[in-house]
């Protein structure tokens, strides 16, 4: 195999991944580190990169810890009843102490903040603070791309793979990509990485399935890579049975946040009905948590569901009821909360804007549907997939702990933001906070440990002539048919993204089987996606966009493979909203309040599965 | 075909040190150039997230989006102008009506960032404690929180 040129990078840390945790690792491994050398590798460009790149409008993670609105105590509270009693306490308490600094941070850096007349930060929740935040994200990147320097940012390389150490497959040794634009490898030596790229869309077949594929509610560039490149290494990994099923205005997948926090309207049924009171005796079955406030994102999820499922959608979101109550008949008011309302989607989901314009529908007057969107892995928003990582020395207590806060169990593997299980609600501010956690611990890691790593150079050959096997495949096989999509010896990474997404909609309980699966479902698909994982060895690629969109396909079927496996272990239902076990379909805290964590292992081609005990170190819920 | 380049307003971004700006800046690798009629277009459409990053970049508003097929009906329109601070949005409805909104997007220019100003945790004494840089400053509170 005749393959490119190679650039090899000796670094100190290596972060993979420019999104917000990626930005905030760079910033903070920079301010501690001093002489070492912190290389950033991204796939896009940081300015634009990662799930903010398109803007957001409010910052959903933020204590007001100066104004006594919170303390991280409460925000901990919050989020192990939103997660149904699951999340590493020692994580969550340890971003929400944080958290203010990194946004009081990036208002200083030009990101405008809303304002009452008395200077304090607009609240449109108890978390949440609203933001003029189109241009977040290259807000963001600034101080990264001038912390590490620019010689020190690789853009337009797809890291495909992690490298271990040759004397030691429990520890890191870099990583291996190649650049999208040019004909090259790079090969990553560092002794820490870390992890912080993104979780998962498109893994489920969305429920737009032609040019609205790219649509999905999650980026379309989070590509399961943070999972992607960990498990296969033998990474242990959390709670990947765990999925974020958004509710969302329908097809733009617009934001609600504003709609339910700030302009206070409420979703109703055909018979304007609001399940949320039809359906307040269905919480009952899921104490403690049924009667936490805010009622946790899946039980919402769950009311609504139970409507839909019934035949009494569809679902509107009564925009017109809210604004014209806002408004009081004032002209200038109602020119306000319009601007308002339009903003919401123009500085983050422009399609729901273009939703709204082509469907002549001008929300004071006209109601928006919403509609429960396909399943998301993740770790950083609502969900809650990802490594198993050590806890802060101050904090995390037994088997939490093993010496660097936000190491994986592979040793100098750091994660942050979609990679770091069990710590979810961290959203942009929050992921970004962590990123700076997981740094400074790897800089302390670095001089502990300041020696180089040992990679094998044949190892990284190997890698490489896997890495560009479809092109290969394509020009060794495009011959057998006067097609060049149709092949018996090859298939394009468009069709492998349909099979996976078939695979995980129909066995592994996505939108078009209501949410719903059971073990010998789990089974079956299963054994389908073992065939599709063999069958990823028959990728084919025309050229180096669609070799890193074969990569892309390989992540995302980790995090597939991961997801059903889990799903199979998890003898309950947990998170009705998110997915119902018909087999196991209540909440069994006795049994089930443990995390589910697994590894895999490449040499035996196998799982294994087991739980971890839940610690109550801030809480007593 | 979500972006779409108007092919009499695209100049391939001719005096642009980084090259055509679509290309450079689509976080998605889907802007390219075609090399014989020098313009830019979208090359996988189902894989734009209409994310606007080249509509917003483009110097020349070369770069619109016609809405996805699967669910937008025709003939609507939402297009942004970079103004010093932020975005003018000229929205059009499929009926015709129109709207026009104005949003800051920055309250300081882009390069102006000055790293670790006024920044006080010492790096080596500090460096295995649970202080995050910039933490007297920026944290908004004395002490940083451990649980009680």
Same mark, same amino acid.
């Given at each position: 195999?005749?393959?490119?040129?190679?650039?090899?990078?000796?670094?100190?840390?290596?972060?993979? =991944? =420019?999104g917000?945790?990626?930005?905030?690792?760079?910033?903070?491994?920079?301010?501690w580190?001093?002489?070492?050398?912190?290389?950033?590798?991204?796939?896009?460009?940081?300015?634009?990169?990662?799930?903010?790149?398109?803007?957001?409008?409010?910052?959903?993670?933020?204590?007001?810890?100066r104004?006594?609105?919170?303390?991280p105590?409460?925000?901990?509270?919050?989020?192990?009843?939103?997660?149904?009693?699951?999340?590493?306490?020692? /994580?969550?308490?340890?971003?929400?102490?944080?958290?203010?600094?990194?946004v009081?941070?990036?208002?200083?850096?030009?990101?405008?903040?809303w304002?009452?007349?008395?200077?304090?930060?607009?609240?449109?929740?108890?978390?949440?603070?609203?933001i003029?935040?189109?241009?977040i994200?290259?807000?963001?990147?600034?101080?990264?791309?001038k912390?590490?320097?620019?010689?020190?940012?690789?853009?337009?390389?797809?890291?495909?793979?992690?490298?271990?150490?040759? $004397?030691?497959?429990?520890?890191?040794?870099?990583?291996?990509?190649?650049?999208?634009?040019?004909?090259?490898?790079?090969?990553?030596?560092?002794?820490?990485?870390?992890?912080?790229?993104?979780?998962?869309?498109?893994v489920?077949r969305?429920?737009?399935?032609g #040019?609205?594929?790219?649509?999905?509610?999650?980026?379309?560039?989070?590509?399961? +890579?943070?999972?992607?490149?960990?498990?296969?290494?033998?990474?242990?990994?959390?709670?990947?049975?765990?999925?974020?099923?958004?509710?969302?205005?329908?097809?733009?997948?617009?934001?609600?946040?504003?709609w339910?926090?700030?302009?206070?309207?409420?979703?109703?049924?055909?018979?304007?009905?609001?399940?949320?009171?039809?359906?307040?005796?269905? /919480?009952?079955?899921? #104490?403690?948590?049924?009667?936490?406030?805010?009622?946790? &994102?899946?039980?919402?999820?769950?009311?609504?569901f139970?409507?839909i499922?019934e035949g009494?959608?569809?679902?509107?979101?009564r925009?017109?009821?809210?604004?014209?109550k806002?408004?009081? =008949?004032?002209? +200038?008011?109602?020119?306000?909360?319009?601007?308002?309302?339009?903003?919401?989607f123009? $500085?983050?989901?422009?399609?729901?804007? /273009?939703?709204?314009?082509?469907?002549?529908?001008?929300?004071?007057?006209?109601?928006?549907?919403?509609?429960?969107?396909?399943?998301?892995?993740?770790?950083?928003?609502? %969900?809650e997939?990802?490594?198993?990582?050590?806890?802060?020395?101050?904090i995390?207590?037994?088997?939490?702990?093993?010496?660097?806060?936000?190491?994986?169990?592979?040793?100098?593997?750091?994660?942050?933001?979609?990679?770091?299980?069990?710590?979810?609600?961290?959203?942009?501010? =929050?992921?970004?906070?962590?990123?700076?956690?997981?740094?400074?611990?790897?800089?302390?890691?670095?001089?502990?440990?300041?020696?180089?790593p040992?990679?094998?150079?044949?190892?990284v050959?190997?890698?490489?002539?896997?890495?560009?096997?479809p092109? #290969?495949?394509?020009?060794?096989h495009?011959?057998?048919?006067?097609?060049?999509e149709?092949?018996?010896?090859?298939?394009?990474?468009?069709?492998?993204l349909?099979?996976?997404?078939?695979?995980m909609?129909?066995?592994?309980? %996505?939108?078009?089987?209501?949410?719903? &699966?059971?073990?010998?479902t789990? /089974?079956?698909?299963?054994?389908?996606?073992?065939?599709?994982?063999?069958?990823?060895?028959?990728?084919a690629?025309?050229?180096?966009?669609?070799?890193?969109?074969?990569?892309e396909?390989?992540?995302?079927?980790?995090?597939?493979?991961a997801?059903?496996r889990?799903l199979?272990y998890?003898?309950e239902?947990?998170?009705?909203?998110?997915?119902?076990?018909?087999?196991?379909?209540?909440?069994?805290?006795?049994?089930?309040?443990?995390?589910?964590?697994?590894?895999f292992?490449a040499?035996?081609n196998s799982? $294994?599965?087991?739980?971890?005990?839940?610690?109550?170190?801030?809480?007593?819920? | 075909?979500?972006?779409?380049?108007?092919?009499n !307003?695209?100049n391939?971004?001719?005096?642009?040190?980084?090259?055509?700006?679509?290309?450079?800046?689509?976080?998605?690798?889907?802007?390219?150039?075609?090399?014989?009629?020098k313009?830019?277009?979208?090359?996988?459409?189902?894989?734009?997230?209409?994310?606007? !990053?080249?509509?917003?970049?483009?110097?020349?508003?070369?770069?619109?989006v016609?809405?996805?097929?699967?669910?937008?009906?025709?003939? !609507?329109?939402?297009?942004?102008?970079?103004?010093?601070?932020?975005?003018?949005?000229?929205v059009?409805?499929?009926d015709?009506?129109?709207?026009?909104?104005?949003?800051?997007?920055?309250?300081?220019?882009a390069g102006?960032?000055?790293?670790?100003?006024?920044?006080?945790?010492?790096?080596?004494?500090?460096?295995?404690?649970?202080?995050?840089?910039?933490?007297?400053?920026?944290?908004?509170?004395?002490?940083?929180?451990?649980?009680?």
């Amino acid at each position: 195999m005749t393959l490119p040129t190679t650039e090899t990078i000796d670094c100190d840390i290596l972060i993979i =991944g =420019g999104g917000m945790s990626g930005c905030g690792a760079a910033f903070e491994s920079k301010y501690w580190s001093g002489d070492l050398r912190v290389v950033m590798v991204e796939k896009a460009v940081i300015e634009r990169s990662g799930a903010t790149g398109e803007g957001l409008s409010a910052i959903n993670c933020y204590m007001g810890q100066r104004y006594g609105w919170n303390t991280p105590e409460d925000y901990t509270n919050y989020v192990v009843n939103d997660m149904m009693g699951l999340a590493r306490e020692d /994580l969550v308490y340890d971003v929400g102490r944080h958290v203010d600094n990194s946004v009081h941070l990036l208002e200083e850096w030009g990101l405008p903040i809303w304002k009452k007349d008395n200077g304090e930060y607009q609240r449109i929740g108890r978390w949440q603070i609203p933001i003029h935040g189109e241009s977040i994200k290259p807000i963001t990147a600034e101080p990264a791309r001038k912390a590490i320097g620019p010689e020190n940012l690789f853009e337009r390389v797809s890291v495909t793979h992690l490298l271990t150490d040759a $004397d030691d497959p429990q520890k890191i040794a870099g990583a291996v990509g190649f650049a999208v634009r040019e004909n090259k490898f790079y090969v990553f030596r560092a002794k820490a990485v870390i992890i912080t790229c993104g979780g998962a869309s498109n893994v489920f077949r969305p429920r737009s399935v032609g #040019e609205g594929m790219g649509r999905v509610w999650y980026s379309v560039f989070a590509t399961g +890579a943070a999972y992607g490149l960990m498990i296969p290494i033998g990474t242990e990994m959390t709670q990947m049975e765990h999925r974020f099923v958004p509710t969302r205005f329908k097809d733009g997948y617009g934001p609600v946040g504003m709609w339910f926090q700030y302009f206070h309207a409420q979703v109703l049924n055909s018979k304007g009905e609001d399940y949320t009171v039809t359906r307040a005796d269905e /919480l009952k079955k899921y #104490e403690p948590y049924g009667s936490a406030i805010p009622t946790p &994102t899946p039980l919402r999820n769950h009311q609504m569901f139970m409507d839909i499922k019934e035949g009494l959608g569809p679902m509107y979101m009564r925009t017109d009821i809210a604004m014209q109550k806002l408004a009081e =008949g004032d002209p +200038a008011k109602m020119d306000k909360v319009r601007d308002e309302a339009w903003e919401d989607f123009l $500085d983050m989901t422009i399609s729901q804007a /273009l939703t709204w314009a082509s469907q002549n529908i001008a929300p004071e007057d006209t109601p928006t549907e919403v509609v429960l969107a396909e399943p998301y892995i993740m770790g950083s928003h609502s %969900g809650e997939a990802g490594a198993w990582v050590s806890g802060p020395e101050d904090i995390a207590t037994g088997d939490y702990f093993w010496g660097y806060n936000r190491m994986t169990t592979i040793r100098g593997l750091f994660a942050a933001g979609d990679g770091v299980g069990a710590a979810p609600h961290k959203f942009s501010s =929050g992921s970004f906070t962590e990123g700076r956690i997981a740094a400074k611990a790897a800089v302390g890691y670095v001089s502990d440990n300041p020696s180089a790593p040992s990679v094998s150079d044949a190892n990284v050959r190997d890698i490489q002539e896997t890495i560009w096997a479809p092109l #290969e495949t394509f020009e060794k096989h495009k011959g057998a048919s006067s097609a060049e999509e149709i092949n018996p010896n090859f298939m394009t990474p468009k069709q492998g993204l349909v099979r996976l997404q078939k695979i995980m909609d129909e066995y592994g309980a %996505g939108a078009s089987t209501w949410y719903t &699966t059971n073990e010998p479902t789990l /089974l079956r698909g299963i054994e389908l996606i073992e065939m599709f994982r063999e069958d990823l060895t028959h990728l084919a690629a025309r050229n180096r966009h669609e070799l890193m969109r074969c990569w892309e396909l390989v992540h995302r079927t980790w995090v597939g493979e991961a997801h059903l496996r889990h799903l199979l272990y998890r003898k309950e239902t947990r998170w009705p909203g998110y997915y119902y076990r018909s087999d196991y379909p209540d909440l069994d805290d006795a049994n089930w309040r443990v995390f589910v964590n697994s590894k895999f292992d490449a040499a035996k081609n196998s799982w $294994d599965l087991q739980t971890k005990p839940y610690r109550n170190i801030i809480t007593s819920i | 075909m979500p972006t779409y380049v108007d092919p009499n !307003a695209c100049n391939a971004c001719q005096d642009e040190h980084e090259g055509p700006l679509c290309v450079y800046i689509c976080p998605n690798d889907l802007m390219v150039l075609d090399q014989d009629t020098k313009k830019g277009f979208n090359q996988e459409p189902e894989m734009c997230s209409e994310c606007y !990053a080249c509509v917003k970049l483009c110097p020349e508003e070369a770069l619109h989006v016609r809405g996805y097929a699967d669910f937008i009906p025709m003939g !609507a329109e939402v297009q942004p102008h970079r103004t010093e601070d932020g975005l003018r949005w000229n929205v059009r409805f499929r009926d015709g009506r129109t709207l026009e909104f104005t949003y800051q997007s920055r309250t300081k220019p882009a390069g102006s960032v000055v790293l670790f100003d006024g920044f006080t945790e010492d790096r080596q004494t500090e460096l295995k404690n649970q202080s995050l840089a910039g933490d007297s400053l920026w944290l908004g509170v004395d002490k940083l929180p451990s649980p009680k």
